[in-house]
């Protein structure tokens, strides 16, 4: 009995080792997508807004639907119109989700500053990774969905998450952060006429930030890059009556 016992106990001790090593492998693989991913997004921000885009809107196709179809009954009593309402509302919710995806994930890596570019892949992982962790939790303890929850459920926190972050860097000096008000009156009076996507998205993330209303949707944009010299007329260059003939 004893030897049985030693058996089985290193049989166990076994199995552990390989579940740990498993897990293991998992999170590495995990880690290296993320970084894949992030680095698509700091290299190459157009693909992968279009990448976003794409998959949100894929996924929406499928998802909305049977979200409706759920949800007809609690809307309606009876005779809901599933033939046309189903398809044609679904459709529009996952194509103005996709272009809401692709819109903050092309706010998310524009800009030139490689400093806030930095610091926003960074802080890009270490959020994904985290809502990666929680599907896995939910998925393994209470038999959740992942894409389901992933879809509709984790995007409000995850977002929440993210504002946390930037204000916390901005906390630390080590993204500058400004007033709603020091934006707006920027906008107004010394925002370029023509300005790049870089000079325009460097005040997305200040205004994001320092208002609640607009943390849910805050797209990752710091600091602000320097303005070239093609772009420093502003509005009120704009005002001043042109001395050439």
Partial sequence: ????????AKGAAIRVMLRIIL????????????????????????LFAAGTAALSFGLGLALEAKRLRNELPFYFDSGAPRLLFVPVIGFLEALFKGILAGVAALFTFSGTDPNRLYWVAVLFGVTVFAGSGALRLLSLHVAANPTRWGYFRLGPPLGLLYSAGLSLLALFAILPKSTLSE???????????????????????????????????????????????????????????????
Avoid: Y
């Fill in 23 to 46: 897990n293991a492998i998992i999170m590495l693989g995990e880690v290296a997508a993320i970084a894949a991913v992030a680095w698509v997004g700091l290299r190459h921000p157009f």
């Fill in 1 to 8: 009995m004893t030897r049985e016992r030693a058996v089985r």
């Fill in 183 to 245: 934006i707006g009156w920027e906008i107004i009076w010394e925002l370029p006429p023509r300005s790049a996507n870089s000079s325009r998205s460097s005040k997305w993330p200040s205004m994001t930030s320092s208002s609640p209303c607009f943390r849910p949707l805050s797209a990752a944009i710091g600091p602000k890059s320097p303005a070239s010299p093609s772009a420093s007329t502003s509005w009120r260059d704009l005002s001043r009556p042109s001395m050439q003939p």
